[in-house]
């Protein structure tokens, strides 16, 4: 009756995992509603006010013959897709488990867990509304074609890539400086609506400019997404390696200090703060 259940060989250990992370998954894209279309709906609604908001700075400002021949749409999509869904993955992943969360109090349950079904929930809602957003767009505003559409796609991919890596060294920082984590990621965010270069194209920046954004992964995904989106842009202010091996280095770090907090971490600590 009290029996813990074990599994008999890795492949059932391997679909006891999968069917946790299915659960959870699932779980998560409802955290923010009960009905999970009503999720869906508002982070749609969110991308096309932000899409709405900069069509309309844009055009006001008089900047909106970007140096890219294409959509102007297609422009902007390409670089506030691909910073929601990394911010998105940042602030789902770096909330995504802690000692005080009810479902580790489970047996079966484990923080990995619980992290890789906060990324895969990110993922999903994020790249469904893309789909519904851009299908929309073609079907009744105007029809696009984009250049290399599975290169477009593991853009964004890496964009979530890179966000799970920074949410992990959020996530790992919490416990111990709770205060800090909180402001940082909110300064994150909003620094990233500049930093990330989503207002504007790589190739037109001076060297003297260049330099302020070069640092950030981001900056380079959005500027190799718009490549991959416009037959006529071949970036050469950004490198494709550059983000991956930052986004590797971020996740083995991020997982090194969860690792490290996990031994630490108690009930306690959230008490007395």
């Known amino acids: 009756m009290f029996g813990t259940r074990r599994p008999r060989s890795m492949l059932q250990s391997a679909a006891d995992i999968a069917d946790l992370i299915f659960l959870e998954t699932s779980h998560q894209l409802r955290s923010g509603h009960r009905n999970a279309f009503v999720s869906l709906g508002i982070n749609i609604m969110q991308a096309m006010i932000m899409l709405a908001v900069f069509y309309v700075m844009f055009t006001v400002l008089g900047v909106k013959g970007v140096k890219i021949r294409g959509d102007f749409m297609l422009y902007l999509m390409s670089g506030i897709m691909i910073y929601m869904t990394h911010v998105k993955t940042v602030s789902s992943i770096s909330n ?46 105007t029809p696009f ?10 853009m964004l991919l890496l964009a979530w890539f890179s966000g799970i890596g920074v949410g992990l060294i959020l996530l790992a920082m919490n416990p111990w400086f709770p205060g800090f984590v909180k402001i940082f990621q909110q300064l994150y965010i909003r620094a ?6 989503k207002m504007f194209v790589a190739n037109s920046l001076p060297s003297s400019m260049l330099a302020l954004f070069d640092w950030n992964p981001l900056f380079h995904i959005i500027d190799q997404c718009r490549g991959f989106v416009f037959i006529n842009y071949f970036p050469r202010n950004s490198s494709l390696e550059y983000p991956i091996i ?9 997982m090194m200090g969860e690792f490290y907090t996990r031994q630490y971490d108690s009930n306690s600590w959230y008490a007395s703060r």
């Open 246 to 254: 930052v986004g590797v280095i971020l996740i083995v770090l991020g």
């Open 192 to 197: 990233n609506m500049i930093a990330s270069g």
């Open 145 to 154: 074609d984009i250049n290399q559409p599975i290169m477009a796609f593991l």
């Open 96 to 141: 995504s488990a802690s000692v005080t969360t009810a479902m580790l109090k489970h047996a079966p349950m484990k923080p990995i867990i619980m992290i890789a079904s906060a990324a895969l929930s990110a993922l999903y809602i994020q790249v469904l509304s893309i789909f519904l957003i851009m299908f929309v767009y073609h079907m009744l505003v």
